[in-house]
């Protein structure tokens, strides 16, 4: 499974020949012990490849607390998770970073962190603390998997696009959709498990039929989906692609925003809002950390307001804090999903491989 957004930004600014530098932090701590042993000024965060935070942001942490961060990436959200299960108690850094709630269960059942409150935890609200009563994990980020529409495309036919999971399913939008699949995709598997949560145990599959019926159209990946079948998206205009729908993110105007020159006054693309399915990154202490004050510290910051402020053009993620304030290209270019559609990570857990089976053979076999 890919990290939430693990293509999104560098797959848009690759299409507009942008390149995007994802500022990580340093190794080098000026020759002392880097290893994260009691006593380092070394904390290891272990994390999916997308992590990326400013130097300045990174820096003042340093500043703050005399630890110097290394980043230690380690493959996509799912194959990094399964890294650290495998070496329990024995971890390759102090802090993980990028487990979310389709596979928060997975880590909690098998023991790879250790509790801890971190500070200013009272600034997020509870919704999002999905293991407030023994702490393992702290929040940092959450994304929405939402089906977006060309606006060009639906105002040059006077159509109105869709803006729930109804309405995908309308003859007016025959054809028109294109979606990832939900076993090699995460945002494939979000879109899945939002319609289950939509339209419930008994409903979903009906569901699938239906869309299927009203023609979506499924492939491989988001870059697929998105830069190669999406009508909306700069790589959709330059390699003609002809669906006007598309499920990526409810961040993905923005950057369409940030990343074209020029640029355009109101961003290409929508987001049909009751579409969307929300995802959630926690990090944890690792059990068996070496360093785990630095962890403990580093857990605090990346709750901070500097660290939550700097996550929207670094990830392309909303800040988990109360008070964290977006950046004005996300005000004015992108949207705020107030009830999105959600699952309990353990329902997730005890149902995704059936369901995911499922899926395939009602939609892709």
Not at 95 to 112: C, E, H, K, M, Q
Not at 119 to 137: F, N, S
Request: hydrophobic content about 35%.
């Amino acid at each position: 499974m890919s990290s939430i957004r693990k293509t999104t930004a560098v797959a848009l600014a690759t299409a507009l020949g942008v390149s995007v530098l994802a500022a990580c932090g340093s190794g080098d701590d000026g020759g002392k012990d880097s290893g994260g042993g009691t006593g380092s000024k070394t904390v290891t965060l272990v994390s999916h490849d997308s992590f990326a935070a400013s130097d300045a942001v990174l820096k003042e942490f340093t500043k703050r607390t005399g630890y110097t961060v290394k980043v230690l990436k380690s493959g996509d959200a799912g194959v990094a998770l399964n890294k650290e299960i495998l070496t329990k108690g024995r971890p390759q850094g102090d802090v993980f970073f990028g487990v979310d709630n389709t596979l928060l269960s997975r880590a909690l059942d098998n023991g790879i962190f250790t509790s801890y409150q971190a500070k200013g935890l009272d600034r997020v609200p509870a919704d999002v603390q999905l293991d407030r009563g023994e702490h393992r994990v702290t929040p940092v980020d959450t994304g929405d998997i939402c089906v977006n529409y060309d606006k060009k495309y639906f105002a040059d036919r006077k159509l109105a696009p869709p803006r729930t999971l109804d309405d995908l399913i309308k003859p007016e939008y025959k054809n028109l959709l294109v979606a990832e699949n939900a076993a090699t995709s995460s945002p494939g598997l979000g879109f899945v498990l939002g319609t289950v949560a939509r339209y419930g145990e008994d409903g979903w599959q009906e569901y699938w039929k239906k869309l299927k019926a009203n023609g979506v159209k499924i492939v491989d990946g988001w870059e697929e989906a998105y830069n190669l079948e999406f009508s909306g998206s700069a790589g959709g205009k330059k390699e003609g692609g002809d669906r006007p729908l598309v499920v990526s993110y409810a961040s993905s105007p923005p950057v369409e925003v940030l990343f074209a020159e020029p640029k355009p006054k109101e961003a290409p693309t929508g987001v049909a809002t009751g579409t969307c399915f929300r995802q959630i990154e926690f990090a944890g202490l690792l059990k068996g950390a070496k360093n785990e004050a630095g962890g403990k510290a580093l857990l605090d910051f990346l709750i901070s307001t500097e660290f939550q402020e700097d996550l929207p053009l670094k990830m392309f993620v909303n800040p988990v804090v109360k008070d964290a304030k977006l950046p004005a290209i996300f005000t004015e270019h992108g949207v705020r999903i107030s009830d999105p559609l959600t699952l309990a990570p353990d329902t997730i857990s005890e149902n995704r491989e059936q369901w995911v089976q499922t899926w395939s053979s009602t939609v892709v076999k």
